[in-house]
């Protein structure tokens, strides 16, 4: 069972993304803000980082350098989920080493397929 | 010559006296000359007369040889007072007797011997030798000698009267020509007055005055007319030059004006170019805003459709989708807003790539076929065979495509909607030719000058009838626009409307973010070559206290501290210095902190310097947006800012190898797949959505 970690500090947000992660047999754990989102990616060791860029704290490009930056935790796929639909917004997040991007609202099917292919590659 | 530079009246008093003169001196000596030539002749005359009758006295004496006789014959000659001398000669030619008015004179001066009978004159002196002839015998000669003194006495009273004569004449002369000269030299001098005057007053109203009607009455009356022409010349210059002058001070007035003007219009541009900022924040912000929730609904709704779907509850499933179309329809609606707002921005860029057109056209109909079968439409394509491929932003093409599809659909009912795509070339390029029309309502001429405009329907009762925000065709142009293609438009009312729009067949990029990767790469040169400083802090404010404070802070954290006054200055010491990060405030006259991130992460050299907001603006995710790294807001919290700079010491150069290392580079299609897939899943929300104008 993947185990996937939620960083999203919308409390919403992050209670429908996690259940319907679970529905799809995910195993999800959340953070609520940028360092917790750190402090979980280094301690739980997750499959994969769905990141919310918006965060308080520490935003989400800076939480996606650090865990890059670290040798234990650079092969983590992350997936930036951001509201802002500006089209640099894609470009920095590659920049900022996030190895896939999706826009808010979440179209929950195209994530999916964006979570299985990336795992999918970790695998291989 | 001295003459010719006396004065007029001289000239014509000398010039009267002397012809006057000369002509009176000329006839007085003819006459003189005549008279005393005549007087001579008298004289000449009288003593021959009397030498005959001297002789004719003496020839008894001289036949009886009695010389007492004869000389005091002689002595009758004691009468004529000029007669000197006197002699008598015989026939011998000897000197017979002889007479001297003197006495004492000697007989010498008595020519020897006689001479020829006439008269001759020697030495001022007449002397006459006549023949003493008694009944035809000669019988000597006389001879008598006189001195003239009668003619030279009157000789010297007539040049003594003609002296005075010509003295007083010329006296006269003088009088009465000085007084004549007026009548020629007044006029003139007064007219060389006049000139003076006004030469030397340039005084062009003093006329001279005409005395007489002739030749210098006519002079004058020249000058006169000369000085009325200029003075009116000079009344005419004088009134041009005050026109000129009143001229230049409205000009001067009007220039002031308009300077006035251009700043209040500059302003004016500033607040509105401020207020378009601000508009476009304000939707970004409000699309962020907006979404959350919106994710939440559609989210929440998806999940309970599929809940109910599984646990078989079917009835729901009906409503439950109802809220996620109601849901998409809001979310592209927002997508709409934001993404005019991006245009408007100038942050619109296009993603080109190559693609096939005819897999396109069959996408997109197929996508928009329930939407055409909702109102009982049918669409026909008509494509042409050798389409092939274009270079451009699909996604837009996709949306302009979309756009006008949905429309047609929309305000047709039971109708036809035919999609032409055919290729054209003209202006030397190739031309991808997209038409849709449809046998709908159409679009009155009126509704035609509105209809690329945003926010702009044809009129308010089709908002409450179809719907929509009137961003659809405005988005389409803008991105027709941005792809340098062109979009028009022609529509019966009542009959149907047709689009058409043109697309150049290989787009050229010609972004602001291709402009600016040519500003960047100008200079990066210079920049590549100071390296960045591992401890440098950049601290961008216009408060003076703000960077003190700062920099004593940061020093003693043991950082070096360049700071700027002004935004231009903070992008100008970025670049010199490269800093390990910089910290910016928002608020700064001129150019202010968002004009300088967006410079700084436009920059490619400056791009990778993280940048933490530092202002009292709350305004976390417009910074953000812009691409600061982290956003504090004044007072700053220390202990936070040490932190934050801390990580980014640490950070640094591993993001720089997370970057390189990040999978994009190894596998560029996934990314281009991602742009695909967004644009595609815009369209596949979209297909539930009711169509808006």
């Not at chain 1, 939620?6 to 799809?24: A, G, I, P, W, Y």
């Not at chain 1, 989920?81 to 991007?101: I, K, M, N, V």
């Not at chain 2, 050299?605 to 600061?628: K, R, S």
Request: with cysteine; hydrophobic share 40%; aromatic share 6%.
């Amino acid at each position: 069972m993947p185990k996937i970690l939620l960083v999203e500090d919308n409390e919403m947000n992050r209670d429908m993304l996690s259940r319907r992660l679970q529905r799809k047999g995910y195993s999800v754990i959340s953070a609520h803000d940028g360092e917790q989102g750190h402090l979980m990616a280094c301690s739980e060791m997750p499959d994969l980082i769905l990141m919310d860029i918006s965060l308080p704290l520490m935003n989400g490009w800076e939480v996606t350098r650090l865990l890059k930056s670290n040798e234990s935790t650079r092969h983590i796929p992350i997936i930036a989920l951001t509201a802002h639909a500006l089209s640099t917004d894609r470009d920095r997040a590659f920049e900022a080493g996030c190895d896939d991007y999706d826009t808010k609202p979440v179209e929950f099917a195209r994530l999916n397929e964006k979570i299985d292919n990336l795992l999918t590659v970790k695998k291989s | 010559m001295i003459l010719q530079n006396l004065s007029i009246k001289r000239k014509l008093t000398l010039i009267t006296m002397l012809t006057s003169s000369a002509a009176l001196v000329l006839s007085a000596l003819s006459f003189l000359i005549y008279d005393l030539v005549s007087f001579r002749h008298l004289l000449i005359q009288d003593l021959m007369t009397q030498a005959e009758i001297i002789g004719y006295n003496s020839a008894g004496a001289m036949e009886f040889k009695d010389v007492p006789a004869a000389t005091a014959t002689l002595s009758a000659l004691t009468a004529k007072e000029d007669v000197v001398t006197a002699g008598l000669y015989g026939r011998d030619s000897k000197m017979f007797a002889h007479y001297s008015r003197n006495n004492n004179v000697i007989p010498s001066l008595l020519p020897a011997h006689s001479q020829d009978k006439g008269y001759r004159f020697e030495g001022g002196y007449l002397q006459v030798f006549h023949d003493v002839t008694l009944n035809g015998e000669r019988l000597g000669t006389l001879f008598l000698q006189s001195d003239m003194r009668q003619w030279s006495v009157r000789a010297k009273r007539y040049a003594g009267i003609l002296c005075i004569f010509v003295l007083i004449s010329g006296l006269f002369a003088f009088l009465v020509s000085s007084r004549l000269q007026r009548l020629i030299s007044r006029p003139i001098l007064h007219l060389e007055d006049t000139m003076r005057m006004v030469s030397a007053n340039r005084n062009y109203e003093i006329r001279a005055t005409k005395s007489y009607g002739d030749e210098i009455g006519k002079l004058i009356d020249g000058f006169n007319t000369m000085l009325s022409e200029i003075q009116q010349r000079d009344t005419a210059l004088r009134g041009a030059n005050d026109e000129l002058k009143s001229r230049t001070g409205e000009l001067e007035k009007e220039i002031l004006h308009r300077r006035q003007t251009q700043e209040e219009l500059l302003k004016a541009k500033h607040v509105a170019e401020e207020a378009s900022r601000a508009k476009s924040t304000f939707l970004a912000n409000m699309s962020h805003e907006l979404r959350t929730p919106l994710n939440a609904i559609i989210g929440y709704s998806e999940m309970l459709e599929e809940e109910s779907r599984e646990s078989g509850k079917s009835d729901s499933v009906h409503d439950l989708r109802k809220i996620q179309s109601a849901g998409k329809h809001l979310l592209s609606l927002i997508n709409d807003v934001l993404d005019l707002s991006k245009i408007e921005a100038g942050k619109m860029g296009l993603h080109l790539e190559n693609f096939d057109v005819a897999p396109l056209i069959d996408e997109m109909t197929t996508t928009l076929q329930p939407a055409a079968a909702k109102n009982g439409n049918t669409i026909r394509l008509h494509v042409a065979n050798n389409l092939g491929a274009m270079h451009a932003d699909i996604t837009k093409v996709r949306q302009i495509l979309f756009n006008l599809l949905s429309n047609a659909c929309k305000f047709t009912d039971h109708g036809t909607i035919s999609v032409d795509v055919d290729q054209s070339k003209f202006e030397g390029r190739d031309w991808i030719l997209f038409r849709v029309s449809d046998t709908g309502i159409g679009i009155t001429a009126k509704q035609k000058e509105n209809l690329f405009l945003e926010f702009s329907q044809a009129d308010a009762s089709i908002a409450r009838k179809y719907g929509g925000t009137g961003l659809g065709l405005a988005i389409t142009y803008r991105f027709v626009q941005l792809m340098k293609g062109r979009i028009s438009v022609e529509s019966e009312p009542g009959k149907g409307a047709t689009f058409t729009v043109h697309l150049p067949a290989q787009v050229v990029a010609e972004t602001p973010e291709s402009a600016r990767s040519t500003t960047s790469s100008e200079v990066a040169p210079s920049s590549e070559e100071s390296k960045t400083r591992k401890d440098t802090i950049l601290v961008i404010d216009d408060d003076a206290s703000v960077r003190d404070l700062m920099s004593r802070f940061l020093g003693k954290l043991g950082f070096h501290v360049v700071a700027a006054a002004n935004g231009e200055e903070g992008v100008r010491l970025a670049r010199q210095v490269r800093p390990m990060v910089i910290t910016l405030d928002v608020v700064m006259p001129e150019c202010d902190g968002w004009t300088v991130l967006k410079k700084l992460k436009s920059d490619s050299a400056l791009a990778e310097i993280p940048v933490i907001m530092v202002t009292i603006v709350d305004n976390e995710a417009m910074g953000l947006d812009l691409g600061a790294s982290n956003y504090l807001i004044k007072p700053v919290d220390r202990d936070r800012l040490a932190v934050l700079i801390e990580k980014h010491r640490a950070g640094r150069p591993a993001t720089i190898t997370g970057a390189t290392a990040a999978p994009f580079i190894s596998n560029p299609p996934q990314r281009r797949r991602e742009s695909e897939r967004r644009a595609s899943g815009k369209v596949d929300h979209a297909k539930d959505l009711v169509s808006r104008r």
